[in-house]
């Protein structure tokens, strides 16, 4: 029986989703942060899409979002020259940290310890959150605005992208190891640790690199500009939304195009799959955040399936045979 | 015909004015425990009493003229009329303005850094 992908709505934004991130499985289960234009980053169950809370605090659009893999802080980059770092359980802002320009990206080490940050005034700068009021560490380099950073190599190195170049950095050295030129504006970075795989988009183009050596591994040509795609853990599959509305999902091996779903009415920001890889999130320019099953038709979350059909055929079936079963049985055992 | 897959519900939304992260939550009272609570309810009391004196000052200030302080300097006399529920706007009445006198106008809040008015 061939079952229909129903995606799930999660309103709450009033302005476009440009940024969305899971955190790690957590005893409470794992949780997913979103970014919007309307300044006001909310935080969700992540298999459910449930909203938990609201971080009031930032005075322009929040562009940048992430958790820590606990899920017990969270961090935003803004258009009002902060970057902060939140209590996740309460909602609290724990630190506000003034930049010289809109920051655009945000990310914690796996210890949660040092908050890496990047932004339209092209520095990346880490701080260590033991000590918030120290000067951060400053990385330049880049020669236009940063739109994304994140940690590499076990928090070794650093992956940033600005408009036409991904440069991996040296943490300890603070200092360029290799730059890689993109034909087209990049408009997305992921970096997935198991296997060092490094997915960026730009233009048409879903490529996937070494995020040790910047070499590339593959790419694939989506029929419109993708701004966001996503690998799922096991690597069979990844997904990517763009300028069209629509989310595609692909075979990574094969590239084979699997699926095409319509259902945004805006064009897609950003895609993510889920730690445990059975959904992925999308977010967009309508200001809503849609919860995609990776399985369609598998019960899980909000998602149960209820064939009532087959059901119906399969007590029917089992009340003929039953009987007749017994007759043969019987049959046999008395033949010689 | 491919079958929509069921759903049990929808995902719950913000609710109302309020922030969420409920202190009731398992997580809340597993990571950050009971003191928070009693912390909470305090601070939940005293927000509480704030609130209602931001509204009443809305409150007196109706029918008022009163002078706004706006962004880059500007500053512009009205009547003040009414605030909406989350205080994105006022309406206000005879906005003072260079070209003249508008009758009726709504300021964006965000724009207003301070506005003052005399109490009889």
Not at chain 1, 134 to 152: F, N
């Amino acid at each position: 029986m061939a079952m229909r992908q129903t995606p799930l709505t999660c309103s709450g934004h009033t302005r476009p989703v440009v940024d969305l991130a899971f955190s790690g499985v957590t005893p409470y289960g794992y949780f997913l942060i979103s970014a919007c234009k309307d300044g006001k980053p909310m935080l969700r169950q992540g298999d459910t899409g449930d909203w938990i809370g609201t971080f009031l605090g930032h005075k322009g659009a929040v562009w940048g979002a992430t958790l820590n893999t606990d899920a017990t802080k969270a961090a935003t980059a803004a258009a009002d020259f902060t970057a902060k770092v939140w209590d996740a359980v309460s909602g609290d802002e724990l630190i506000t940290l003034a930049h010289k320009h809109i920051v655009k990206s945000v990310d914690f080490t796996q210890d949660s310890n040092y908050l890496l940050t990047g932004g339209q005034d092209k520095l990346l700068r880490i701080y260590d959150l033991s000590k918030p009021e120290a000067e951060p560490d400053v990385v330049s380099g880049h020669t236009s605005g940063i739109k994304k950073a994140l940690w590499s190599s076990d928090d070794k190195q650093i992956l940033s992208a600005d408009d036409k170049t991904v440069r991996l950095w040296d943490r300890s050295t603070m200092t360029e190891v290799k730059a890689l030129n993109v034909a087209m504006s990049v408009s997305s970075m992921e970096y997935v640790p198991e296997g060092q795989i490094l997915v960026i988009t730009y233009g048409k183009t879903i490529a996937f690199h070494s995020a040790e050596t910047l070499e590339q591994i593959k790419s694939f040509e989506a029929p419109a500009t993708i701004n966001s795609a996503s690998l799922h853990p096991a690597k069979e599959c990844l997904v990517a939304g763009g300028e069209d509305f629509k989310l595609y999902k692909y075979d990574y091996n094969t590239g084979e195009e699997l699926e095409s779903y319509k259902g945004h009415f805006g064009p897609i920001h950003c895609v993510r799959f889920s730690p445990d890889g059975e959904l992925y999130a999308s977010g967009s320019e309508d200001g809503t955040l849609r919860l995609w099953q990776t399985t369609v038709g598998k019960t899980y979350g909000l998602w149960k399936c209820v064939v009532p059909e087959e059901e119906n055929a399969e007590a029917a079936k089992a009340r003929t045979t039953l009987p007749g079963t017994a007759e043969e049985e019987i049959e046999e055992l008395a033949s010689p | 015909m491919p079958v929509p897959v069921g759903v049990l519900r929808l995902p719950r939304g913000p609710e109302g004015c309020s922030r969420g992260f409920s202190p009731t939550s398992p997580r809340f009272q597993a990571l950050l425990g009971g003191d928070a609570v009693t912390t909470t309810a305090a601070a939940q009391g005293a927000r509480a009493a704030l609130r209602q004196r931001y509204l009443r000052g809305l409150a007196a200030a109706r029918g008022r003229p009163t002078r706004f302080c706006l962004r880059a300097g500007v500053r512009v006399d009205a009547v003040f009329g009414a605030a909406d529920v989350d205080a994105v706007a006022f309406q206000v009445d005879a906005l003072q303005t260079p070209l003249g006198v508008q009758a009726a106008a709504l300021l964006r809040c965000a724009d207003v850094l301070a506005y003052s008015f005399l109490l009889d």
